[in-house]
């Protein structure tokens, strides 16, 4: 129950008129309905009704809060601050719904008029000043403001009616004016970035084709980022043929191609080329020819090939210069921000596919397989490439969202930053990828590729060798091999059984194997099991002693490549682990970087991610002929 005290309130009968006048509402009262108010008033004055004497009553909260005629301005003022707490609320759902209830409470609070709420009130405020009434308060000098002639009388309605509409209104206007979803959601297009920061700008080198500045970067947030890198630090795995921890293992390929002069094009094995029961000729060529490739065939497909899937690099600088991003002819490509950077390379794309076709295409998918279930490390394994787009092909519409689908899902990358371009423009140029985690290095005889391969921080190497003869009606026959190298070492690690492609026609036709990608898989059944046996990570070895991390850290600092962030970050990983103390760590970054290695330590954040870049640029070998 609710006391109102003799101070708090004062008569309408010591009111005057002048005050009783500035006291009413100007919003949309007319004269009359003025005058009718201070008839009441002056009525009320002389008519007291009998005191009686009623059971205690509790009054209800109102929920929604609740007007009455007489306190318009504070249901107002009440109106206003439910919105406002209605800001705070978690969601936009909860916000909205708070919204929702006050319009719904004021509108049926128009429409009704207000009667059966007043009423009511009307009723607790009677059972509150007969209980003061006995308590001895005196309140017989306020009584003649709940007569008859008082609210809910029969003779005033039609004033409460217009004031009610009046405030009604403008209540409702103002509710309706609070837009409250914006306030709890970003606006559309808004990229909200969190995270470490260096973290993000691995990904986006590697996307960009930058792996070792992306590997790099990666072990610069482990050094830079140290109380935000748990999570990387805890995912090194170790590489028992590298005998050393590791975050990602990389690879790259390579290419020689003999006997170009001598036939008029490589025509490789192709899935679907050869049907079960066809005859080959005793001269190696096929009897009618058409299952072969000739010269002209093999042209207008590799022609297709270039337009279609394949995208040679002029093509794709025509259509669009975006690489693998491809755009209609006549349309007018967009200024970027910073310079187009494509995570694979159309050279490498067309060498190796127009050399060797399908062997090309299944060791892609078998190395794409491993890497992606982190074989070879838990960097980068959630990243693709963009899907070429043929420029001939209609256009789609994008299929219907369904909810919970991670690809429509997913948030955009964020953009790269000015700070990252600018690093990625100092450092040179790197070989570009042929498929995520594999460098292409070019053409030439292994002996010339491995030098390569190790002055890129290359750890194993497929090498391809092919080699074309001529053939009957100039048919082509195309023998390939490949080798897989330990870069550091220079050991052969395996050789696979020749691939040749008259052969694959031979026993396709005889039913030895069901198709080409069967004779491929069998040819290259052992480099997948030696890269299954000797190339994989493994969880790093439990049971380390700080002894032995002080050797391995002797012989890491002491050696030619020392100063680099994957030196420092091998560092961090044993202080993780609690096997170097902090006085070690020190010792150990001076005697790396000198004062660089200490800002690394000690250093303001963004003075130590500024560092990371620069060491990241550095230990970028420099492309060729520089």
């Not at 002069?261 to 490589?266: H, L």
């Not at 053939?471 to 023998?479: D, E, I, K, P, Y």
């Not at 040749?500 to 069998?522: C, H, N, P, W």
């Not at 682990?577 to 690394?600: K, P, Q, R, W, Y």
């Amino acid at each position: 129950m609710f006391h109102r005290s003799r101070s708090s309130h004062i008569s309408r009968r010591s009111w005057p008129t002048d005050a009783v006048n500035s006291c009413l509402p100007t919003c949309g009262a007319d004269s009359a309905t003025r005058q009718r108010t201070l008839a009441r008033g002056a009525h009320s004055a002389v008519t007291t009704p009998p005191v009686t004497t009623r059971p205690v009553a509790t009054r209800p909260v109102a929920t929604p809060p609740v007007a009455t005629r007489g306190n318009w301005g504070g249901f107002a003022l009440v109106v206003i601050g439910w919105v406002a707490a209605s800001m705070c609320v978690p969601s936009v759902a909860t916000a909205q719904s708070a919204g929702e209830t006050v319009k719904q409470s004021a509108e049926q609070y128009s429409q009704s008029g207000g009667s059966s709420d007043m009423d009511s009130e009307m009723g607790m405020m009677d059972d509150e000043m007969s209980m003061e009434m006995e308590m001895g308060m005196g309140y017989d000098e306020y009584g003649s403001d709940y007569g008859d002639s008082g609210y809910g009388g029969g003779g005033s309605q039609g004033s409460t009616s217009d004031i009610t509409d009046t405030y009604a209104s403008s209540v409702i206007s103002l509710v309706n004016s609070f837009e409250l979803a914006p306030l709890f959601q970003p606006a559309a297009g808004v990229q909200v970035i969190t995270g470490p920061l260096l973290q993000r700008e691995s990904d986006m080198a590697f996307a960009a084709g930058y792996q070792g500045m992306a590997v790099e970067l990666m072990c610069g947030h482990m050094v830079t980022e140290y109380e935000e890198a748990g999570l990387a630090l805890s995912t090194v795995k170790f590489s028992p043929a590298l005998r050393r921890p590791v975050w990602n293992v990389r690879w790259a390929v390579s290419i020689a191609v003999r006997g170009t002069e001598d036939v008029p094009d490589a025509s490789p094995i192709r899935a679907g080329t050869t049907k079960p029961g066809r005859r080959l000729a005793s001269s190696g060529g096929y009897d009618d020819m058409s299952g072969g490739y000739s010269g002209e065939d093999m042209s207008m497909e590799m022609g297709m090939e270039e337009m279609g899937g394949g995208y040679s690099g002029e093509d794709m600088e025509s259509m669009s210069g975006m690489g693998g991003m491809g755009r209609r002819p006549n349309a007018k490509p967009a200024a970027p921000t910073y310079a187009e950077r494509n995570m694979l390379s159309d050279e490498a794309e067309s060498m190796m596919d127009s050399n060797l076709g399908l062997v090309a295409e299944v060791v892609a998918e078998e190395f794409g397989k491993r890497f992606k279930a982190g074989d070879y490390g838990p960097l980068f394994t959630g990243l693709t490439p963009p899907e070429k787009i043929d420029p001939r092909a209609p256009r789609r519409p994008p299929p219907p969202r369904q909810e919970g689908d991670a690809a429509v899902d997913a948030a955009p990358l964020p953009t790269m930053s000015a700070k990252l371009d600018a690093a990625l423009t100092e450092a040179p140029r790197p070989p570009g990828m042929w498929r995520p985690g594999i460098t292409y290095l070019g053409q030439g005889a292994s002996n010339e590729m491995l030098p390569v391969a190790q002055s890129e921080g290359i750890d194993f190497l497929f090498h391809f060798d092919v080699l074309l003869k001529p053939g009957r009606n100039n048919a082509t026959q195309n023998v390939s091999r490949c080798r897989l190298f330990n870069v550091a070492t220079g050991k052969q690690l395996a050789l696979t059984k020749s691939m040749d492609s008259l052969e694959a026609a031979q026993k396709i036709s005889t039913g030895s194997f069901a198709d080409e990608r069967a004779y491929v898989m069998d040819q290259l059944g052992s480099l997948l099991g030696i890269m299954d046996r000797d190339t994989k990570v493994v969880p790093m070895p439990q049971g380390l002693s700080p002894e032995s991390v002080r050797r391995r850290i002797s012989l890491v600092i002491g050696g030619p490549k020392a100063r680099t962030l994957q030196t420092l970050a091998e560092i961090r990983l044993y202080q993780s682990l609690n096997l170097l103390t902090l006085d070690e760590v020190e010792m150990a970054f001076h005697i790396v970087g000198g004062s660089e290695g200490l800002l690394f330590l000690h250093g303001p954040r963004e003075e130590r991610l500024a560092m990371a870049r620069t060491w990241a640029v550095r230990s970028q070998p420099a492309a060729p002929g520089e």
